[in-house]
């Protein structure tokens, strides 16, 4: 019978295994030459350059998804930003009619014209508290700068007294902490009494 595996062998031949002493060791492991050395040489330094290449690759990428994120970030808060800056605008306004209506309240008797004007006032004040625009309360508190002007100065004879605010002509409003129009007010100054 033939060996099917090699056609070359006769049948009943004992297959030869040939050593080639020139590449294999005595215990039958890879003799390395060198000019194999050499090449695995080269090669690992290319291997070793390429695996620092694609971590400084993969890093820039990071960096460059990190900045991306970043950006997007920045441009939200620059665009609720803006957007604020337009609301307040629009709540100004708003407020100025609603101050408008205050001082036709102040001047009008009762009357069913007052009912009504009282009535659509507190329906633009709940609609501008809707949007978020809230009212800060000065009176009785101590004078800031940063929420009010000082329109007038009123003579206290009391120290504790001095640069409370004793009355609001304006009121103060904010929109998400911010003030969008700060308020008018009359602050106490202590004068010491004359000594006779």
Do not use: W
């Not at 640069?163 to 308020?183: D, E, F, K, S, W």
């Amino acid at each position: 019978m033939r060996n099917v595996a090699d056609p070359l062998v006769p049948e009943g031949a004992e297959p030869v295994k040939v050593t080639d002493r020139r590449r294999f060791q005595e215990d039958g492991a890879p003799r390395e030459t060198p000019a194999q050395d050499d090449e695995v040489a080269r090669l690992q330094q290319e291997l070793d350059a390429a695996r620092r290449r694609v971590d400084e690759l993969a890093r820039g990428l990071q960096a460059s998804e990190r900045d991306r994120e970043d950006f997007k970030r920045r441009l939200m808060r620059e665009r609720e930003s803006l957007l604020d800056v337009e609301r307040g605008n629009v709540a100004v306004a708003l407020l100025e009619a609603i101050d408008q209506l205050d001082l036709a309240l102040s001047t009008v008797d009762e009357s069913p014209l007052k009912t009504g004007v009282r009535m659509i006032r507190e329906n633009l004040l709940k609609k501008a508290e809707s949007t978020g625009i809230e009212g800060v309360p000065l009176e009785g508190r101590q004078f800031d700068p940063n929420l009010a002007e000082a329109t007038e100065l009123e003579v206290t004879a009391h120290e504790a007294e001095d640069g409370r605010v004793v009355a609001v002509t304006r009121a103060c409003y904010a929109l998400r902490g911010r003030v969008i129009r700060p308020g008018r007010v009359k602050v106490a100054r202590f004068v010491r009494p004359a000594r006779a």
